[in-house]
């Protein structure tokens, strides 16, 4: 099994953790999904496809909640 998905995954959230809206971090997260992927010798464009959606919905998954 190939861990990069996962690492995608978890450096889009890392990244979309101090934006304020879904679209910040969805953003942020595409952003570092690309740029991962392309390191790590893999698509870029699913990078930012799996990035984008961690980082929109980290926040409703309670992983990258502000705390006032």
Do not use: F
């Not at 099994?1 to 889009?12: H, N, Q, S």
């Not at 979309?16 to 991962?36: E, F, H, N």
């Amino acid at each position: 099994m190939r861990k990069t998905p996962i690492l995608l995954v978890l450096a889009g959230l890392a990244l979309a953790g101090c934006m304020q809206t879904d679209g910040q971090r969805a953003l942020a997260g595409a952003a570092g999904g690309a740029i991962i992927a392309d390191a790590t010798d893999n698509n870029a464009l699913t990078g930012a496809a799996l990035g984008a959606l961690a980082g929109t919905y980290c926040d409703d998954a309670g992983v990258c909640q502000r705390s006032y």
